[in-house]
């Protein structure tokens, strides 16, 4: 997928003027916070579960070669095949070699992050291959053309109007003057056109929420069953993960399949949890003849050891951008790349780049409400404020606001000089004020965006410091 | 008569905002701590907490700053800050972000240790329950972040406010979400701060309230800032204002003399 991170003021500005895209943020805001504050609620050790995940994922992280190695061992001894990828460019080279070996025409995906990371569709199309995606939210983006604005609801940015649109111009084989008022009609009409589809694939690709050492399973979690149809019936069933998918047991799952859904919808589970191990055996009524794993890192392991190795915890539930108050007001598109809101603002820069992402680390208010919420104690606040210490070393920030703090900090470091120019802005800005008690506009062109949507409250007129030493003096 | 009971010495953070825009907030600070039995003593060498800097990626001026609030202060029995910004930024910053330095990680530690935000320490160190203050008026409360997330701020300026007299509470929708200040954020990405404070202002409006107050002056500048431009007649101030009794020593934030 082609950034645009670098434009987000602009995408921003955009997005607050988009008068659907503002009323579908506001209606679904609330709804997720509420039902994962409800969730986390009913469930007595809900805490104890989180501090259990992070505990989990830290281990796993500290000895990410070993389980992967077992997690590998695993597949091939059940028949399956693992395809070690470092770069976006080599696993979707892997995936359109396995689509081109199977001599596949159709192939159907399950909702994938990384598939979006890695953007498989662009380049199975271009080989000539039909990628369709069968997730509903997925489906509808991939006709309107546009890339998810969610982890885990990629679609919600789309009125059902909006929805009725994409399908009528791509569903030209039906009636014209169907009824599509009804979001029943929409799913009918949807349900419809993707059977065709999952019975003609060849190649069915899905992501994966975990990856299983000691079994070598896959593990998808899904609300609408389309991922089993995208595994079970094609003869070859790709699964595209990335390397920190990868936990150690089947109890380990458990742990943080108990904490997904709540923390994502509010659900105490997804209402299909889907294990996948290895292709169909002998005597199996279905299943698909060949089973591969494609393991991306794609950057990821550059991120062991270092400030930011804590974001390879996330389980990808969302929770962090339904409770941002950023995101909130500009949705998913705004951010410009894969992975937007709090958690994407610590990936995207790893991926991406610092200079390509850079301001998705600066667009937050360090509210802390992200990892206040997030299943996996991931200090999201703490690592955006790591990535703009990079961007101060390497020196990326705009040279007036450089400046601008190379001022304040000469002046912070002297409290006699400080004082004194504190006394007289604390004058200064009370004498431009009037009688008024605020101020409507500001001369340091710097301010210009405080004052263009709001009063600055003028001083009180002298320093709390200058007050407290005449008080002194008279005592 | 026996000797008064000599209180805990308590040194005032002012914080830059306090100190430059709402001197009141400092004073109401200082009665609040001496009418609790506390000594307040200002060090005369305190500025900024370093917030600015550290929340820029500056790490050695945010260092620098930290290293000399921390020299200003370590020799107090308790820190206190009229703000839970400042407050946890001294509390739960300072300690990593010196934590590589062996000279100053323990003394960073101990002033953390000490450190805390004005009417939490009055209710949970000092064990305050009421206040002698009126104030007539409904009252709303925007829990600003820090305070509420990295020191758990919540129940004690709404168990202070029930003692003042002639204050009726009304609880603001949504009062735990960012108001969109941020620091510089507000500047940064001005039109997504503007989204946040306009939603803050249409919750305020929404309760019905006629003063809104909070622990931080940097949110109240910005509420306030919108709630003016919006011609709003709701009155805004720093918590302490109204605990200590000294709300009618200067009009609220944003407003004209009378």
């Known amino acids: 997928m082609e950034s645009t991170a670098h434009s987000f003021p602009e995408n921003a500005r955009r997005a607050l003027q988009d008068d659907t895209l503002q009323y579908m943020l506001a209606k679904s805001r609330s709804g997720f916070q509420l039902r994962r504050a409800a969730a986390a609620q009913r469930l007595p050790e809900f805490e104890a579960l989180r501090d259990q995940g992070r505990d989990l994922k830290n281990h796993v992280l500290e000895h990410l070669d070993v389980y992967l190695e077992m997690f590998e061992s695993k597949v091939v001894e059940r028949g399956g095949h693992v395809h070690w990828c470092r770069t976006a460019e080599e696993a979707r080279e892997a995936i359109l070699g396995i689509c081109q070996k199977a001599g596949a025409k159709t192939v159907t995906k399950g909702k994938s992050m990384i598939a979006e990371e890695i953007a498989v569709n662009d380049h199975l199309e271009a080989h000539g291959l039909i990628p369709i995606e069968t997730d509903l939210g997925e489906y509808i983006i991939q006709l309107r053309k546009e890339p998810p604005s969610h982890i885990i609801a990629p679609a919600f940015h789309v009125s059902k109007e909006q929805v009725a649109d994409a399908f009528r111009a791509a569903h030209t084989d039906l009636p014209p003057d169907r009824p599509l008022e009804e979001p029943r009609e929409l799913i009918t009409e949807a349900r419809l056109m993707l059977r065709r589809r999952f019975q003609e694939a060849d190649v069915g690709i899905t992501g994966a929420n975990f990856l299983v050492a000691e079994t070598g399973s896959t593990i998808i979690v899904t609300n609408e069953g389309n991922g089993d149809l995208t595994q079970t019936l094609p003869k070859v069933h790709v699964v595209i993960a990335s390397i920190d998918k990868v936990v150690p047991t089947l109890e380990d799952v458990s742990t943080l399949l108990r904490l997904l859904a709540r923390s994502a919808t509010g659900q105490e589970f997804s209402a299909y949890t889907t294990f996948s191990t290895g292709p169909r055996r002998p005597g199996d009524l279905d299943g698909p003849e060949e089973f591969h794993v494609v393991l991306l890192d794609n950057g990821r392991s550059a991120l062991l050891g270092t400030e930011f190795q804590e974001v390879l915890r996330c389980i990808r539930c969302g929770a962090c951008m339904n409770h941002c108050p950023v995101y909130g007001s500009v949705g998913g598109h705004a951010y410009g790349w894969v992975y937007p809101g709090p958690v994407g603002a610590v990936i995207d820069p790893a991926l991406i780049g610092i200079k390509e992402a850079g301001h998705l680390p600066n667009a937050s208010t360090f509210c802390g409400r992200c990892e206040a919420v997030c299943p996996m104690r991931i200090p999201l606040p703490k690592m955006m404020r790591h990535w703009r210490e990079k961007e101060f070393e390497e020196k990326l920030q705009p040279a007036t606001m450089r400046q601008g703090l190379g001022v304040w900090g000469w002046f912070a470091r002297r409290p006699g000089f400080y004082h004194a120019a504190a006394r007289m802005t604390a004058r200064m800005l009370r004498r431009a004020s009037g009688s008024d008690g605020k101020l409507g506009s500001l001369p340091l062109p710097m301010l210009s965006g405080w004052t263009e949507h709001r009063d600055l409250p003028a001083p009180e007129g002298r320093t709390f410091q200058e007050l407290w030493a005449e008080r002194r003096g008279k005592k | ?258």
């Open chain 2, 1 to 258: 008569m026996a000797e008064p009971r000599r209180g805990p010495r308590v040194g005032l953070f002012v914080t830059c905002l306090v100190d430059l825009f709402r001197p009141t907030v400092g004073f109401a600070a200082v009665k609040l701590l001496e009418d609790a039995g506390c000594t307040v003593e200002v060090p005369r060498d305190q500025t900024c907490c370093g917030q600015p800097a550290y929340n820029a990626g500056d790490r050695a001026t945010a260092q620098d700053l930290a290293r000399r609030t921390i020299a200003a202060f370590e020799g107090f029995d308790h820190v206190v800050v009229p703000s839970g910004s400042c407050a946890g930024m001294i509390r739960k910053h300072y300690p990593a972000l010196l934590a590589d330095d062996p000279a100053w990680a323990p003394r960073a530690q101990h002033v953390a240790a000490r450190t805390h935000e004005l009417v939490s320490f009055l209710v949970d160190v000092l064990g305050v329950t009421w206040v002698d203050a009126r104030y007539d008026d409904t009252i709303t409360y925007h829990d600003s972040c820090s305070g509420l997330r990295e020191l758990g701020v919540k129940a004690q300026p709404r168990r202070l406010l029930a003692s003042v007299r002639g204050v009726k509470f009304t609880e603001l929708p949504d009062a735990e979400v960012c108001c969109g200040f941020g620091g510089t954020f507000c500047v940064k990405y001005p039109d997504i701060s503007n989204r946040m404070v306009e939603d803050k202002a249409a919750n305020v409006a929404s309760t019905g309230a006629g003063t809104l107050l909070a622990g931080d002056v940097g949110c109240l500048l910005n509420i306030a800032g919108k709630l003016k431009r919006q011609g709003s007649p709701v009155k805004v101030r720093h918590v302490a204002e109204v605990l200590s009794g000294l709300a009618d020593e200067t009009p609220p934030i944003g407003d004209a003399a009378r």
